[in-house]
């Protein structure tokens, strides 16, 4: 069993639908992260949870919110998304938020396609 | 701020042969961690290996061991005797020591590593 469970694994959607992405871990960790990975760009860090307190907003559009109702569960709702939003969305969590050594585990990620 | 720099976008290797793929970055400070994460094609992200920039010993996972050079923060990964299996994106990781936001992972582009049976 995975430590990090995002769904839906793939997500098509238009520009004025609303949809949310689900990230589950098991791990016991204290920090969740949602990541955006587009092709030859590194990896974009968009928001972190901190035992379900948000402690990272970076300069992300409006139209992505995210919700932590616990340490377990993280959420990422989308509405009136554009074309360039269409990438894989990855989910992460570690033991603590930003503490050296600790390695983050990541999700399978969801495929986002806007249409 | 600091950056993380791969500056091979695709690399190939024969089975069982060695490959090197290469990581730079820049920093201001002396005490951070080092990663290397494997992404398969539409599978999850996994750590590969992990330095500790104060220690001085290469770290080693199996096949896997890196070449860490702090003086010239330069951080490469080499996969000995490689396998199909090895295929993947590889992307080359900083975190600083100090907690909060600046403990955040800093990413490269990353390195598409194809394997040749």
Redesign the interface.
Known sequence: E?G?TQTPRHLVMGMTNKKSLKCEQHLGHNAMYWYKQSA????E?MF?YSLEER??NNSVPSRFSPECPNSSHLFLHLHTLQPEDSALY?CASSQ??????Q???????TRLSIL | AQT?TQSQ?EMSVQEAETVTLSCTYDTSESDY?L?W?KQPP??????VI?Q?AYKQQNATENRFSVNFQKAAKSFSLKISDSQLGDAAMY?CAY????????????????TKLSVKP
């Open positions: 995975t990090v030859k760009k590194p990896l860090l972190v402690v990272e990855l603590d938020w930003g503490a050296g050594g390695p983050q585990h990541f999700g399978d990620g | 993380v976008p961690y990663f994460y539409s599978r999850q992200m996994i750590l992990r500790e992307f975190r600083s020591s100090y907690g909060g936001s600046q403990g955040n992972l800093i990413f490269g582009k990353g």
